[in-house]
């Protein structure tokens, strides 16, 4: 039996052999040996899933004992190349597994004890006490507009939207609302809400370079492209550096309370445990 054909013996023969054929690790179960370290049936357990077919599994596990023996070589290499003192990880690995270990009991505590509900009379005092925290990067709008194809551009619809928008009364807006849903016409009626501009900027065909200037002149604007007409009507807006809405903000400071909050349990539970085995006397400091 050459060498490929011993390969697919063994694969097929892990790919369709029961588990109780893997549970002996002596070296008569090896599938593949590398200097001092030996592959085993077992550990190729699980490397194929479920439902793959037989030509797909010989080439999985074919994969894997190769890279397995490519580990081995590189890590020899390397053994035979580097210093007993640059192999040494052992206070890396202490460090790593004790902060592994407190990761695990602070996140458990946190799970069981952490309050995750925030009021919004807490997010409203924390926005007024931290104002400098929230500038805006950005300029913002509250917009409604209006999509018309532009065989639909002197419409009656059309007209009658223009006058609804322009009007910006709760009424109107119903009315345009109304309007929208039964005819041609695409609207966005969101007044309520701000929007980035750069964002409203990719919904609709603005080519605006000066933004501030842009926002201070106007409230009704017209605009198209090669298929629409857009009438978009400003409702409010701010400028970039200046304080931002709460609205926006809401959960950005709900994320800071309940972080601060981690922080406030976790060296609570700290101070709780030094203070315990003080005074159990559990450590001495010579």
């Known amino acids: 039996m050459n060498l490929r054909i011993g390969l697919v013996f063994i694969c097929a023969l892990l790919v369709f052999s029961s588990c109780k054929y893997f549970n002996r690790e002596d070296k008569a179960d090896a599938i593949a040996v590398a200097y001092d370290k030996y592959l085993y049936k077992s550990d190729i357990q699980g490397v194929v899933p479920l439902g793959t077919s037989p030509a797909d599994s010989l080439e999985i596990v074919s994969q894997y ?20 003192d640059q192999k040494d990880f052992n206070a890396q690995l202490e460090t790593y597994r004790n902060s592994l270990i407190v990761f695990e009991y602070e996140s458990e505590l946190i799970r069981q004890k952490l309050d995750t509900v925030v009021s919004e009379d807490e997010i409203q005092k924390f926005y007024d006490a931290n104002p400098q925290n929230f ?57 309520e809400n701000w929007v980035l501009f750069n964002d409203l ?55 800071i309370i309940i972080n601060r909050r981690k922080l406030e349990l976790i060296n609570r539970m700290e101070q709780e445990v030094f203070q315990k085995a003080l005074e159990n006397k559990e450590f001495e400091i010579f």
């Open 65 to 84: 004992i190769n890279n397995w023996v490519r580990r081995q070589v590189i890590l020899h290499q390397a053994e035979n190349n580097l210093a007993e």
């Open 135 to 191: 500038q805006l990067r950005e300029n913002i709008v509250k917009v409604n507009y209006v999509k018309i194809p532009q065989a639909n551009a002197n419409s009656v619809p059309a007209k009658k939207a223009s006058v609804y928008l322009k009007s910006g009364k709760p009424q109107d807006i119903e009315k345009l609302d109304e309007l929208c849903q039964s005819s041609m016409l695409t609207c966005r009626i969101d007044s």
């Open 201 to 255: 900027q990719q919904e609709v065909p603005l080519n605006v370079d000066d933004q501030e200037s842009f926002l201070r002149n106007r409230k009704y604007y017209e605009t198209n492209d090669s298929l629409f007409v857009y009438l978009i009507k400003f409702s409010d807006y701010k400028m970039k550096e200046t304080l931002s809405p709460l609205s926006l903000e809401i959960e950005n400071i709900r994320n």
